[in-house]
């Protein structure tokens, strides 16, 4: 949250017009306070005046950067299963800007392999699928006839100023052998 302050203290000038612009509005007045709640980026302003009798067209402009330093938060991580497949869902929130990317991390092939996703709405969505999850490659056989597979994975949220957190977690993957 950050506040905006543009005035004159001048008396006497009843024929200036002056205007705040924040490149998306226009406020009018010679004493404009706004209140913004916002993400970070880079905003600017720009307070002017307009001649008048005893007055020459004048302007201020103003840059305010607003960085992000905060780490996405996990509201939410879970599985499903559906037809052979493992969905892996995650939901991020952040303060300040928006998550654009994950980066799953898992060995459902028996070894660790990357997987970039990008963000929908903060969610990152991963699907395993039942070709590598039926692998034999890092299966433990039992009686010669059942595979149990045991997938870690580690999903990575980025934000859209790189800053990045992480969850992780483990699934058994059971299946018969042909």
């Given at each position: 949250?950050?506040?905006?302050?543009?005035?004159?203290?001048?008396?006497?000038?009843?024929?200036?017009?002056?205007?705040?612009?924040?490149?998306?509005?226009?406020?009018?007045?010679?004493?404009?306070?706004?209140?913004?709640?916002?993400?970070?980026?880079?905003?600017?302003?720009?307070?002017?005046?307009?001649?008048?009798?005893?007055?020459?067209?004048?302007?201020?402009?103003?840059?305010?950067?607003?960085?992000?330093?905060?780490?996405?938060?996990?509201?939410?991580?879970?599985?499903?299963?559906?037809?052979?497949?493992?969905?892996?869902?995650?939901?991020?929130?952040?303060?300040?800007?928006?998550?654009?990317?994950?980066?799953?991390?898992?060995?459902?092939?028996?070894?660790?392999?990357?997987?970039?996703?990008?963000s929908d709405s903060g969610q990152i969505n991963y699907?395993?699928?039942?070709?590598?999850?039926?692998?034999?490659?890092?299966c433990r056989i039992f009686g010669g006839f059942l595979?149990?597979?045991?997938?870690?994975?580690?999903?990575?949220?980025?934000?859209?100023?790189?800053?990045?957190?992480?969850?992780?977690?483990?699934?058994?993957?059971?299946?018969?052998?042909?």
């Amino acid at each position: 949250m950050f506040y905006v302050k543009a005035y004159e203290s001048n008396s006497g000038d009843y024929d200036i017009v002056y205007s705040l612009n924040n490149g998306a509005n226009v406020f009018y007045g010679s004493d404009i306070s706004l209140k913004y709640k916002t993400l970070a980026g880079i905003y600017n302003f720009n307070y002017s005046s307009s001649s008048g009798e005893n007055w020459t067209a004048n302007s201020v402009i103003q840059t305010i950067f607003i960085d992000d330093v905060e780490k996405p938060k996990n509201v939410y991580k879970r599985y499903g299963y559906q037809d052979g497949t493992i969905i892996l869902t995650s939901l991020w929130q952040d303060k300040c800007s928006k998550v654009v990317k994950g980066i799953v991390t898992e060995n459902s092939l028996g070894f660790y392999r990357n997987h970039t996703v990008e963000s929908d709405s903060g969610q990152i969505n991963y699907v395993f699928d039942k070709k590598d999850l039926r692998d034999l490659r890092g299966c433990r056989i039992f009686g010669g006839f059942l595979c149990l597979k045991v997938v870690n994975y580690k999903i990575k949220a980025i934000d859209s100023y790189d800053n990045e957190n992480s969850v992780s977690g483990t699934f058994f993957y059971l299946f018969l052998l042909r």
